[in-house]
């Protein structure tokens, strides 16, 4: 949306999919499939070195920035594609930047600071 938005893309253009995401809030990245990556059609800009739940190190594809909505919240963060995977995986920057984190008693997404995001600005 952000590329439609700037001009780059027509809103035609724009590749969005809901998914079912695992939240891990011991992850710290948005980490996505390869056929998803596919699907969005993101680059690849890169390569970064992960370490995964069972102490493996695994090289990922590091892709251009994906636009994340959740009920009326957004961020933007790149995604990293381990091989294999099938599963979305949302960690903790995508979970900061939305303003959420994980009620333990209901196991559901939560706002931080309520369901009505108000964004505090301290050093404008």
Known sequence: MAF???????EDEIRSFTV???VDTGAMN?????????????AI??????????????RC????AVEILW???DFIVPAMVI???EKVLLGAIALEGLDL???PVSQELIGIHGDDVEYACYYC
């Open 4 to 10: 439609a938005r700037g001009g780059y893309i027509r």
């Open 20 to 22: 079912t995401a695992v």
């Open 30 to 42: 948005l980490f996505i499939p390869e056929e998803l990556r596919k699907k969005l059609g993101l």
């Open 45 to 58: 800009k890169g390569e970064k070195i992960a370490t995964i739940a069972n102490g493996q190190k695994v």
């Open 61 to 64: 594809k590091v892709t251009d």
């Open 71 to 73: 009920k009326d919240r």
């Open 83 to 85: 091989p294999g995977s």
């Open 101 to 103: 984190m994980v009620n």
